[in-house]
């Protein structure tokens, strides 16, 4: 059983509407992915499948997979019996041939794992030529500025307490500095086409939005990447 096991219906309906996920990431990660209208696309850690959804809904066909079980039975409802989900762990062998997606999206997964050399290595495997990687992973400035006495460069563990849909939920996972990401996504194989750190959706609902940002334009919270094989 996973972390996520324990509350992927909670998650799974705070994140549908959130305006962390619905009017920031997921937007942001669209944006990013480009047309992908008859192309393959892989979401790596997929969760409930909401953007699993959106890109199909964009005429992509779309695979997914999940560590969580519970969160794949969630993508399962969302998307359809013959859809193509599987539990798998992006710390493993991904059960895919090589040079299988035009598309790889991992939103908000790769935070989880201590070492990103086994699944960068496996999703560039599974791309094929002139595909691209898109990823999103909460931005390493957010952590100094949160825990301003711990080591920003230290490739650290820690949890954090949520509420997701009214239910408590811990969250563990890893913190690494910007340059921990980028040797990593160049030991893998990869250059990075796009640093992104977009502004919330421009249909947020304004009541979404926190009281105090004043005039600024967007907000550190997570960041985004578009890796092509180099
Ligand atoms: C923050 S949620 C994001 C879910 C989805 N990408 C989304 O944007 O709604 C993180 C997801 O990563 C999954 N996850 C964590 N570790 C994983 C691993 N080693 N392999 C595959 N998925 C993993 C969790 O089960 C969870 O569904």
Same mark, same amino acid.
């Given at each position: +059983?996973?972390?996520?096991?324990?509350?992927?219906?909670?998650?799974?309906?705070?994140?549908?509407?959130?305006?962390?996920?619905?009017? %920031? *990431?997921?937007?942001?990660?669209? @944006?990013? !992915?480009?047309?992908?209208?008859?192309?393959?696309?892989?979401?790596?850690? *997929?969760? !409930?499948?909401?953007?699993?959804?959106?890109?199909?809904?964009?005429?992509?066909?779309?695979?997914?997979?999940?560590?969580?079980?519970?969160?794949?039975?969630?993508?399962?409802?969302?998307?359809?019996?013959?859809?193509?989900? !599987?539990?798998?762990?992006?710390?493993?062998?991904?059960?895919?041939?090589?040079?299988?997606?035009?598309?790889?999206?991992?939103?908000?997964?790769?935070? %989880?794992?201590?070492?990103?050399?086994? #699944?960068?290595?496996?999703?560039?495997?599974?791309?094929?030529? @002139?595909?691209?990687?898109?990823?999103?992973?909460?931005? #390493?400035?957010?952590?100094?500025?949160?825990?301003?006495?711990?080591? %920003?460069?230290?490739?650290?563990?820690?949890?954090?307490?949520?509420?997701?849909?009214?239910?408590?939920?811990?969250?563990?996972?890893?913190?690494?500095?910007?340059?921990? +990401?980028?040797?990593?996504?160049?030991?893998?194989?990869?250059?990075?086409?796009?640093?992104?750190?977009?502004?919330?959706?421009?249909?947020? #609902?304004?009541?979404?939005?926190?009281?105090?940002?004043?005039?600024?334009?967007?907000?550190? *919270?997570?960041?985004?990447?578009?890796?092509?094989?180099?």
């Amino acid at each position: +059983m996973t972390d996520y096991d324990a509350f992927a219906t909670a998650y799974a309906a705070e994140t549908e509407t959130s305006l962390l996920n619905a009017w %920031y *990431c997921r937007p942001a990660m669209l @944006g990013l !992915s480009g047309d992908v209208a008859g192309r393959r696309v892989l979401d790596a850690g *997929c969760g !409930s499948g909401p953007l699993t959804a959106a890109l199909r809904d964009r005429g992509a066909i779309v695979s997914g997979f999940d560590l969580s079980a519970a969160m794949i039975d969630l993508a399962r409802e969302r998307l359809g019996a013959d859809a193509d989900l !599987s539990v798998a762990d992006l710390a493993e062998a991904l059960p895919y041939d090589d040079r299988t997606f035009d598309l790889v999206v991992s939103s908000l997964s790769l935070h %989880y794992l201590a070492d990103w050399n086994p #699944p960068l290595t496996e999703i560039r495997r599974v791309l094929r030529p @002139g595909g691209r990687l898109v990823v999103s992973v909460p931005h #390493p400035a957010a952590y100094m500025f949160n825990y301003p006495d711990r080591d %920003y460069f230290a490739v650290t563990q820690y949890s954090e307490e949520f509420e997701f849909d009214g239910r408590a939920a811990v969250l563990t996972y890893w913190h690494r500095p910007l340059h921990a +990401m980028t040797d990593a996504f160049t030991k893998a194989g990869f250059r990075i086409e796009v640093v992104s750190e977009p502004p919330w959706a421009p249909d947020t #609902p304004p009541e979404l939005l926190p009281a105090d940002l004043g005039d600024r334009t967007a907000f550190v *919270c997570f960041l985004f990447f578009v890796l092509e094989p180099s």
